[in-house]
């Protein structure tokens, strides 16, 4: 990957891909024509950047560029703030860690300098986790992790490998790669974001099912607070009271900054097979993911599209040969009256993967289902990575795309995921907007599943404008996630876009001891300030 694009995803200089005239042409039946929009450039930004009020001090990069490259992260509200060059805030300098002993310093330079400090990975966070908070007036240094990097260590006989925070995901692999080994965590953001991201943001890769969620894969490190060092210790298990890795996992840098991560390894799979199946109606298809997931097969992933995710993938493929030859196969089959595609991942040993796929087949085939072979997933494997790069295209086609997540038992996932889809669908009525959502099932447990939306709508001529749909949309499809009992975030952390409902899941307690324990790694509150937790200011002025 090369350096990204400073307001959007993919890389600079690069051309958005050609989004599929199908796809076109379903989005301008679904919500209508976009309007292209008209962007700032990144010289007018710069000519409208303030000064920086640190620029006395040494050691800081106060280039007006470099502000504005750290001042985002990837979310709909950072796009469109970037795009439109209103930014509000971004942060006064960046500096580059080395060490831990780096970080140590530019935490005291934070405390003498009464600054906010911002810990920056990749830049990937999609709920307002990266940037100043606009409400809070002191300077901001924005603390890039992109020299922490590497493997420092490797216990191959432990399975512990131990990497500097700042490690991308395609170096993690490619360091472990030599040794047979992997860690398997592979995010849709994997190629732009960190190790240590993933921790702060209790992150799911693509295939959890089989590696798991990196709550389960990270061992221990060390979090540089500004309270002192707290070293965590790899043990493979431990009944020494609650488990520190805990409070780490999830902080979003708000009780400091990880310097090092020491995560768990296992032989990277002989054998990877991606089938897919496709059911004739979501009811059934929803019984047979959640059968899948209790016979606790030997699979890395179970993905299941709704029928309208089904017909925008389709739509977006094309009309190519193997596009044309699946819908006729499917008509062949009678397959309906809503087809629903199911891909299923198995990585192992030969004998292990195919027995994993046969016994998924047989649980499909009694729910109605019927096999379409590997291209589907051979698709998905090309171009997972690759999905973010619609929403450049998709914009400059005059259309804003964003998603949310959840998860839920699957008692509750039925009424879940038909009241979030009519309530995309149908958030814009009032302002004469119409909107297309779709979703799947990404990560299935014996107990519940996760639910991921994707959603599209029309840009408006104002940004403000734009701005305020998205914010219909999120803030209704969050009530319904809460009414129905589901998670808030169950793979994209909370920053500042889900810290109103996180009471709802955690309870006032709850969230006061989270609050009392950033009290004391954080006295005097400079971490990462508006993210995860609201402040007692912001409580007294009642700002959630």
């Given at each position: 990957m090369g350096v990204r694009r400073w307001n959007g995803w993919i890389d600079e200089g690069a051309e958005p891909p050609a989004v599929a005239s199908g796809a076109v042409r379903l989005l301008e039946a679904e919500i209508g024509p976009g309007a292209p929009p008209r962007d700032a450039t990144l010289g007018e930004v710069v000519a409208s950047l303030g000064a920086s009020a640190l620029a006395d001090e040494a050691g800081l990069s106060i280039d007006p560029v470099d502000r504005i490259r750290h001042a985002r992260g990837q979310s709909l509200p950072d796009w469109i703030a970037l795009r439109s060059g209103r930014l509000g805030r971004v942060p006064d300098a960046i500096v580059r860690p080395a060490t831990s002993g780096d970080v140590r310093g530019i935490l005291e330079l934070g405390r003498r300098r009464g600054a906010a400090l911002i810990p920056f990975g990749g830049g990937t966070s999609?709920?307002?986790?990266?940037?100043?908070?606009?409400?809070?007036?002191?300077p901001s240094i924005v603390v890039a992790t992109e020299l922490l990097t590497g493997l420092h260590g490797l216990d191959e006989t432990s399975g512990l490998a131990t990497f500097g925070a700042g490690t991308l995901g395609p170096d993690v692999e490619a360091a472990l790669g030599p040794h047979g080994l992997t860690l398997g965590h592979l995010p849709q953001s994997w190629e732009r974001s960190t190790i240590g991201g993933w921790v702060a943001t209790r992150s799911a890769g693509q295939q959890s099912l089989g590696f798991g969620r990196i709550e389960e894969l990270f061992a221990g490190g060390r979090l540089e607070a500004p309270a002192g060092s707290m070293v965590l210790p790899p043990h493979p298990a431990s009944a020494a009271g609650p488990d520190l890795r805990q409070l780490v996992l999830g902080s979003e840098g708000r009780f400091g900054i990880l310097t090092e991560t020491i995560v768990r390894v296992g032989p990277k799979p002989r054998v990877e097979a991606v089938p897919s199946w496709v059911l004739g109606e979501w009811p059934r298809a929803v019984d047979a993911a959640r059968d899948i997931a209790r016979a606790r097969l030997p699979l890395s992933m179970v993905r299941l599209s709704t029928p309208i995710e089904t017909a925008t993938t389709l739509a977006l493929a094309g009309e190519g040969r193997g596009v044309r030859a699946l819908r006729a196969y499917l008509r062949f089959r009678r397959v309906g009256p809503e087809p629903c595609l199911l891909l299923v991942a198995a990585s192992g040993d030969e004998k292990l993967v195919e027995l994993a796929v046969r016994e998924v087949g047989s649980i499909v085939r009694r729910h109605g289902g019927t096999g379409i072979g590997g291209s589907p997933g051979r698709q998905w494997l090309r171009s997972r990575f690759q999905v973010p790069d619609l929403r450049d295209a998709l914009w400059e086609l005059g259309y804003a795309i964003d998603t949310l997540?959840?998860?839920?038992?699957?008692?509750?996932?039925?009424?879940?995921?038909?009241?979030?889809?009519?309530?995309?669908?149908?958030?814009?009525?009032?302002?004469?907007?119409?909107?297309?959502?779709?979703?799947?099932?990404?990560?299935?447990?014996?107990?519940?599943?996760?639910?991921?939306?994707?959603?599209?709508?029309?840009?408006?001529?104002?940004?403000?404008?734009?701005?305020?749909?998205?914010?219909?949309?999120?803030?209704?499809?969050?009530?319904?996630?809460?009414?129905?009992?589901?998670?808030?975030?169950?793979?994209?952390?909370?920053?500042?876009?889900?810290?109103?409902?996180?009471?709802?899941?955690?309870?006032?307690?709850?969230?006061?001891?989270?609050?009392?324990?950033?009290?004391?790694?954080?006295?005097?509150?400079?971490?990462?300030?508006?993210?995860?937790?609201?402040?007692?200011?912001?409580?007294?002025?009642?700002?959630?």
């Amino acid at each position: 990957m090369g350096v990204r694009r400073w307001n959007g995803w993919i890389d600079e200089g690069a051309e958005p891909p050609a989004v599929a005239s199908g796809a076109v042409r379903l989005l301008e039946a679904e919500i209508g024509p976009g309007a292209p929009p008209r962007d700032a450039t990144l010289g007018e930004v710069v000519a409208s950047l303030g000064a920086s009020a640190l620029a006395d001090e040494a050691g800081l990069s106060i280039d007006p560029v470099d502000r504005i490259r750290h001042a985002r992260g990837q979310s709909l509200p950072d796009w469109i703030a970037l795009r439109s060059g209103r930014l509000g805030r971004v942060p006064d300098a960046i500096v580059r860690p080395a060490t831990s002993g780096d970080v140590r310093g530019i935490l005291e330079l934070g405390r003498r300098r009464g600054a906010a400090l911002i810990p920056f990975g990749g830049g990937t966070s999609v709920v307002g986790g990266v940037m100043p908070d606009l409400d809070d007036d002191r300077p901001s240094i924005v603390v890039a992790t992109e020299l922490l990097t590497g493997l420092h260590g490797l216990d191959e006989t432990s399975g512990l490998a131990t990497f500097g925070a700042g490690t991308l995901g395609p170096d993690v692999e490619a360091a472990l790669g030599p040794h047979g080994l992997t860690l398997g965590h592979l995010p849709q953001s994997w190629e732009r974001s960190t190790i240590g991201g993933w921790v702060a943001t209790r992150s799911a890769g693509q295939q959890s099912l089989g590696f798991g969620r990196i709550e389960e894969l990270f061992a221990g490190g060390r979090l540089e607070a500004p309270a002192g060092s707290m070293v965590l210790p790899p043990h493979p298990a431990s009944a020494a009271g609650p488990d520190l890795r805990q409070l780490v996992l999830g902080s979003e840098g708000r009780f400091g900054i990880l310097t090092e991560t020491i995560v768990r390894v296992g032989p990277k799979p002989r054998v990877e097979a991606v089938p897919s199946w496709v059911l004739g109606e979501w009811p059934r298809a929803v019984d047979a993911a959640r059968d899948i997931a209790r016979a606790r097969l030997p699979l890395s992933m179970v993905r299941l599209s709704t029928p309208i995710e089904t017909a925008t993938t389709l739509a977006l493929a094309g009309e190519g040969r193997g596009v044309r030859a699946l819908r006729a196969y499917l008509r062949f089959r009678r397959v309906g009256p809503e087809p629903c595609l199911l891909l299923v991942a198995a990585s192992g040993d030969e004998k292990l993967v195919e027995l994993a796929v046969r016994e998924v087949g047989s649980i499909v085939r009694r729910h109605g289902g019927t096999g379409i072979g590997g291209s589907p997933g051979r698709q998905w494997l090309r171009s997972r990575f690759q999905v973010p790069d619609l929403r450049d295209a998709l914009w400059e086609l005059g259309y804003a795309i964003d998603t949310l997540e959840t998860a839920v038992d699957w008692s509750r996932l039925p009424d879940l995921a038909a009241d979030l889809g009519r309530t995309l669908r149908h958030g814009l009525d009032d302002v004469g907007e119409r909107v297309h959502a779709f979703s799947h099932l990404s990560h299935v447990y014996p107990s519940g599943s996760s639910l991921y939306a994707t959603y599209v709508f029309r840009l408006a001529a104002d940004p403000d404008e734009t701005l305020d749909r998205w914010r219909r949309l999120k803030d209704a499809a969050s009530e319904v996630i809460v009414r129905h009992g589901g998670t808030i975030s169950h793979q994209h952390g909370v920053g500042r876009d889900h810290r109103r409902w996180l009471a709802g899941e955690k309870g006032e307690l709850g969230l006061g001891v989270l609050r009392d324990v950033s009290a004391r790694l954080d006295p005097d509150r400079m971490m990462n300030p508006g993210v995860l937790l609201t402040d007692a200011r912001d409580e007294r002025s009642g700002r959630r």
